[in-house]
Structure formats: C-alpha cells, structure tokens
C-alpha cells in the first residue's frame, strides 16, 4: 500500500475513535460498531499485505461489509437505496472487469509513446508496434539472466544440483520490495522439502527468479554468473538494444543511500535524474558487492521509497527494446541455444504448463516471464500449440495510472491467448496498429 491508503484507512481508525472521548457516546451500541469498524479496516491491511489482494478491491469490500454490519441499513428505505447502489456498481463492474482483450489493443493505439508489441508466427515477424524502442524491463530482464545461467551449466562451469546456503541469498532480501515473492519461494521450497539445513540446490534458485520472481535470488545469481557474462550473452545472441545488467536490489537501496537527514525529497530526486547511468549502475553494483560481503545489512533499512522516488528507480530500471526480447524468445522456443541450455531455460520459463493443467491440453510448450512496477506492465511468453503451431508476444508498457495497470493485468491473459489462437484476431491487431 502506498502512504495515501495508509493516511487514508488510519484517518477511518481515528474519526471512528473520535466520538468515543465523549463519555455519553460511549454507548454499548457505539463502542460495538467502532470495534467492527477498525476490526473491518484492519482486515483491508491484512487483504492487500499478506495476501497481496488489490488495494482498490479490498477497500470497495471493506465498505460493503460496514454497510452490512450496520444495523440502520436494515431499513426499507435504505435497503432500496443500497440496493440500487450495488446495483449499479455490479453493472458498472460487469463492464469495467470482465475479459476485455480489446482494452489492451485500445491501450496501444492510445499510447504509442509508452507501449510496444512484438508478435512472431513460426519464426516470422507479423506485428512490430514501436518494437524498436528501448524501455524498461522490470522482471522481465529475468528471461536474459535464465538464458546465461543454463549456458554455464551446459557448459560444466556450474553445478545445477549445487546446495546452497540461504544465508548467502537472503543477504540480498530487502523487505517490502518485491509484492513477498521471495517470502512465498522460501515457503513453498520449505513445504516441498527442499531446503535441507538451510541449503537448497542452485537450480532451485534460478526457477525462484522466474516463478515467484524473486529479485534476491536474481541478485544472487548475478553475482554466481558475473555481470561481464551476462552483458556479453545478451550481445552474443544480437540483442542490439539490452542496456548492461545491474543488481535490481542494488539499485532499490542507492535513493536511501543518498539521502541524508538535511536532503529533501525533491533534491533527492533532482539527484538521482542527474546521476549519470554509468555511475547509477556502479553505485547498484558497490552496495550489492558490500551486501554481499556483509559489510552492508539490508535488514538494517526500511522500504520507504514514495511513488515520486520510485517513479525515477522505475523510468532508470534496465531496458531493452520489444524486438530484442521477440528475438530472445525465438531463439528459447526454435531450439536454437545448445540442447542442454535449451532444456534447462524450457524448464526454468514454461512454470505456466505445471500451475495449470487446461495449458497442457492445448500446449505443447508454454513459457513466460513478467515484470511489473507501479507504472509498467510487462510480459514475455512464447507458445507452441499441439498442433506445433508457434507464436511469440513481447508487450512492453510504462507510464501507467493505477486504473491502467488495473485493467491491463486484468485483461492481458485474454489478449494474450486470443493472439496465440485465433488467426483472424492476430490480422486483426496487425491492421489496426499499422494504421493508428
């Protein structure tokens, strides 16, 4: 949650308490309906940051259940009154979140300046939509660092079935970061079995990054694999536009870095846009360096970074441009990396074929890897259907609101799969951006 809702549902907690310090409201009834108030709003807290539910939503089913546990709503009056209101809501909701994937095709067009699409068909480029520009990647950049890990265990230079010690990973977990993707791995490795005296196989690790997305194992991994390979892969397989590989944690700590007791938030940010990208890289790289020596505590620091802060660490993240990734998955899905190398990144990025079973009924591969901030949506996947069919999409977005984000995670699934199955729909968003 971000410091509004927090102001927001502690301005609820006190206006509620208010009445309260007047000893005549401290009625039997008045107390009972504060309590379920605070017990109501505590539960949007426990919604959005453990189960990691929509903000929006929570608070929208927090204020029906006040509505509920209101014993005045229990009039005729009001029960027409409220009905109507949910209805109206209900209808309006049907029409904002249901399966849209036309949203997505308009969100394109709108904002051409800050969306890109890549769409291949058996190894031929059909959509290219501002392919070419280089945006951030978030998570996405994943899909890269997975290819070089598999190349240097096809290659002998590491051990996937290697223990190792989650100490040494979990000094690149910083709290409150990563939506608890790091939390949810170390959870399910621990109900599977697989943490062994607090060791757990390299492999593991990687498929960590890309199935819960944690940037803790992606930090640690930079550091097994070295940056230098990475940037050199990324050049080896012609991804012209990848901008060099810097630790993501890293970079989350270099605003509390700089800012001292005297620096202000604006001068904090005027700052961080100034630094130069070389030297925003190596600070990144300096304190992931000392966190992992030791020499740096990232439990000692709390995640603190409002949206004007994260927006700069957002626009600075590592970029690469649509076509780059399109390319990097046809070279995952057309076999072309060594067989070994191939296996391992299918296994690491086709997660989606063991989550769900309706996709191994119409799949023969399915791989993905996302990324997301506060203002970017992304997605990488490719797709081989049964019929051996196969198709690639890369969508890239950034400078989102809230309610874009909202409505593009909701509808990206169904735009996605049309685009895989259905031949007419893929013409159909071809034309449309070639014209707009």
Known sequence: MNIFAWIGLTGIIIFTLIPLLVKKNRTKQN?????????????????????????????????????????????????????????????????????????????????????????????????????????????????????????QVDEGILNKDNYVSLDKINKFYYEGTDGNAHESWLKAMQDEGKIVNNEIILHDVAKGMITYSSNANTDYLIHVLGIDSINEQAQSLGLTSHEEIYPLVGSLLIPDYLKNNEKDENKLIEELEKMPMEMYRETAEELSQQMKDGTFNVEDHTFDMSLDVQRVWSDRLIGASANDYGRLLGIISNDELPTGANQIVRDLLEWPMEVNEANQERFSHLGAKGGSTAFILNDAMYAEENNGNKVEIVLLTNDLNIWQQIRLSHNLNSFESKLIGDKSYRQRVQKELSES
């Open 31 to 151: 107390i009972r309906e504060a309590m379920t108030t605070i017990i109501i709003v505590i539960g949007i807290i426990v919604a959005v940051m453990i189960f990691n539910i929509n903000f929006l939503i929570a608070f929208i089913f927090g204020v029906i259940a006040m509505i509920l546990f209101d014993k005045k709503t229990y009039t005729k009056k009001r029960l027409i009154i409220y009905g109507a209101i949910i209805l109206v809501i209900g209808i309006a909701g049907y029409f904002v979140f249901r399966d849209n994937p036309d949203y997505v095709l308009k969100h394109l067009k709108d904002y051409p300046e800050s969306s890109s699409l890549y769409v291949a068909e058996n190894e031929k480029e059909l959509i290219t939509y501002q392919s070419d520009v280089v945006r951030p990647l978030a998570s996405t950049v994943k899909i890269l660092i997975a290819v070089e890990y598999a190349m």
